[in-house]
């Protein structure tokens, strides 16, 4: 009797160990990692968490866990667009927020992405338009960018679409980022470097209205200062997906007069080895419950299917969303 209870405790104890390595092995990922075999589990790179990007990739996020079955998708902050194309192209990212200029440059492995083209990345869709906005303090006797010489200056985020945008409206003035005393750091710790008297200002790229660009107005006593027409003509001929845009007087009650700048679309980006299948359904919900996102971000408002695919600068779309575009007439069938 004892040596037929152990045999059947040892048969059972071999059952649990079975069964659980089957569990262990029955989980894929997007990412590359172990997840559930039913169960895509995919990372949403988005940028900080003061931004339009991080609300945006919760956003869908939410989205996306309640609308499409078989995925689990977990949005995650990080420094911006430039992050996020890196993140991608070393694989540990299958799905990513970018503004069209890095986006651009990674692609055609320019800038700085010079001699690392990444041909991998697909577009999934335009979302809104981010704006460029220069913000300083109005005792600091800035009235130009030419005046952001031999200050201290937030140009960005290392690793941001914000500090890539300072490079180039830095050149259309004949100027680089080390004419200013530059410290690179996040909305948040910019707008804490301004009341500390230890940044004069920083720039901003996000849709409109945009949260930190608010606290920096109305806690640093601040404004944003205009582009000159002759850079804001220099920016848009040579930088293809930039394009003149007027910040009108009522976007911030600060604002006393409407602001020149530039803008460029956003974009919703993935590896070009995510199923076309999950990137199907992944646009279709995205594009067919578009209420959660008007909650959250004011500036998903101006989402428009029929221009889910205009802007792109040439970038291919990921198949499964130019499926979902096809089907919807926003791309005619070849």
Known sequence: MLKQKTLVFMLLAGLLVAVAGCSEDSSTSANGDEGSSD????ELSTATTTGNFYPMGAALANIWNDEVDGVKVASQSSDGSVQNLNL???GSIKMGLSTLGVLYNAY???DQFEGREFKDVRVVSTLFSDAGQVVVKKDSGVESVEDLVGKSFVPGAPGSGAKDLTEVIFEAY???IDDTKAQFVGYSQATDLMRDGKAIGAQVMSALPTSAVIEMLSTTDSE????????IEKLTEEHSWLVEYTISSDVYDELDKD??????PSVLIASKDMPEDVIYELTKAMWENLEP???????SKTMELENATKRIADIPLHPGAEKYYKEKGVLQEQ
């Open 259 to 264: 602001i020149q700048t530039v803008a460029q």
């Open 174 to 176: 004949d100027m680089t």
């Open 293 to 299: 996102l008007h909650n959250t971000i004011a500036a």
């Open 224 to 231: 944003i200062i205009s582009l000159t027409d002759e850079a």
């Open 108 to 110: 055609n492995g320019t």
């Open 88 to 90: 991608m192209q070393e």
């Open 39 to 42: 169960v895509l589990n995919i």
